[in-house]
Nanobody, 125 residues
């Protein structure tokens, strides 16, 4: 059974940084697109960033381009999201996701095969 376990969320002031981790277990997802979604209470989940299954190319939502960086460590079976210059509007629960196999990107929430349980990020003013 595949498990995606997020960690690293917390409270940070605007302008600060956080690094999220997603530990993947249960099976290898090397041929899956791996990424991050986020959700604010009462709103739909939105894609934040994704690592393609094809070439591990990266993709970012416009709202986070230049501030967030997605990366992976295959030896640790872990995906990271480095978040810099955080803004109050980044406050959300962040979910690690896997889409595949051989997905070029993470698509929309309805296409996700595996979800983590989420980690809360709160950015104060």
């Amino acid at each position: 059974q595949v498990q995606l376990v997020e960690s690293g969320g917390g409270l940070v002031q605007a302008g600060g940084s956080l690094s999220l981790s997603c530990a993947i277990s249960g099976r290898t997802l090397s041929n899956y697109a791996i990424g991050w979604f986020r959700q604010v209470a009462g709103k739909e989940r939105e894609g934040v960033s994704c690592l393609s299954a094809i070439d591990r190319d990266t993709d970012y939502a416009d709202a986070v381009k230049g501030r967030f960086t997605i990366s992976s460590d295959s030896a640790k079976n872990t995906v990271y999201l480095q978040m810099n210059n955080l803004k109050p509007e980044d406050t959300a629960t962040y979910y690690c996701v896997a889409v595949g196999p051989y997905a070029r990107d993470c698509h929309g929430a309805n296409d996700v095969d595996y979800w983590g349980k989420g980690t809360l990020v709160t950015v104060s003013t």
